[in-house]
């Protein structure tokens, strides 16, 4: 998959223009502050609809201009061309259209345009909590399944409502009595939509697993295989009981643990089980890199994470997704930049943006365009 | 003010009539549903040129505030209490469909295929609402199944996160009665081109897929 031109109006400090792409590797070269992560989040936001760090419409759209657009020229892995645009105004309105047809669900929008995209705080995806390694898992996954996607927001506003019935009973707005069989209709409703989440989180990070290994030795060498590895905290979806059980009885035990936690529960007025304590496990050999990993470790873990994403969009869709790689050498010593470079230039189109020239310097890919990334303009080197 | 600031580019709708009268008829359909400032200003206008449209529209509010009720059985809308489904002998009363709203009911009147009755829950649980269990009517829905001898219960509840805990509530509160509870299917809408039906909705009709003879 390739982004060949991009037509940008209205996005954030980015002048107005059109760009050709190299279908290869584009280096977007600039100081902090200029416009590279803008151009990466321009580019990006076709695949989900929404900004890659979450920003709103309004910070999106420059500030003199009412509404922004923006037009991609998509080349499918089959040479097949593909129109991808979007617009925002301030009133909060969206249009997303693909090949001039209006996409009025962001679920539809999933796998149209499959990227990528790391970002500087992806480097410390190993080592920061759970709560970034479960994140990650799911916009891995909602990327590659839009039921993933429609079970994960009914399971989360459900979490909430569940959560907002403990919170009234705690501080005596609701008694425990009248609320009891509230809590178990949520409850039920939680483990229904828990099955296939958790179904999904195993089956992905044991295919991602092998992928980050392999792009881990490419890049570091080590005697020990780099192991990820789902880490649920809901019993009823230990290996041999995921393996053997259908989704109603995994429901049924699931519901038995929430049985099981209800007393603490309602004395702690919030959910203490579920799917949003889940962690996933990252180890070089015995080692567990969370904890005992060096710092060079750690981002060499956190980065071929990312990029096997890429082999699992592949495997799933037999299409390669574009590469955002936004700042991703300066943490790294040559020599493994150098072996990055190379690899994430094989098969794909990559953006990558750096500040340093020097990380690029007497890299010559081919097919290949350099930009100089300066107040918002791209300009393309000779 | 910020030229770029949220809100900057409505500021050319933000004035004001010279006519207090008219600003606050503007203002009060402003308070309606689904109505902005430009269009509540395009109804106001033409409601002050036509006078007739505005005399009809002033006698429908009346007669519909004095005349429209709820069926203190069901809870549809009504002009009688208890209302024409309720009290029509045609309709089996041993079947009744629950839904959320009394506008859910007209859907199925106008297909026509249902003969039994229905039964207005008005809302959906929901805390971060504030609607509890002890605000739905369900101490009304159990008399009523009581009292009709209800034989079959139909959960026609929207498949959000919120109709469905609600339909699990139904389910555990009527647990152990000699009844059938049933609830709608979801899937690919008839007429649909599968190639055209979401992933979800195709999902959810894989998995509640239905046999068929010879299979």
Redesign the interface.
Known sequence: MRILTARLTGFRNLADGDYEFSPGVNLLIGSNGQGKTNLLEALNFAAFGRSHRGARS?EL??????HLHVSLAVDQASGVRQDHEFGLD??GGRRFRIDGQLVT?R??L?GRLATVFFRPESVELVRDGPEARRRFADQSLASL???YL?ALM?YQ??L???G??LA?VRRGA?REA??A??L???N??LA?HAVPIGRRRGEWSSLLAPYADAIYQDLAGSPAPLEFQWRPRLQAFAPARLASAT?EELAADILAEFDYIRPMELRRGRPLAGLQFDDFLVRLGERDLRVFGSQGETRTAAISLVLAQSDVVFRQRRVRPVLFLDDIFSELDRERARRLQERSARNHQVFIATARADDVAGWEPDPARRWLVEDGRLTALP | MHPGAPGGGRQASGGEFQSPALERLVRSLQQLPGLGRKSATRIALHLLANHEDAAQLTTAVDDARRQVTRCGRCGAITESDPCAICTNPGRDASLLCVVASPVDILPFEKAAFFRGRYFVLGRLLSPLDGVRAEDLPFDRLRARIDEDEVREVILALDTSVEGETTALYVQRLLAGRAIHLSRLATGIPVGGALAYTDEATLQRAFQHRTGVEGG
Request: no cysteine; charged share 50%; glycine share 2%.
């Open positions: 309004e759209i420059r500030f003199t201009d009412q301030r009133e669900r679920a539809d999933v399944d839009s039921g429609a009914a506003r459900a909430r409502q569940k907002r019935l009234d609701r009248d609320a069989r509230e178990a209709a949520w039920a409703d229904v989704d």
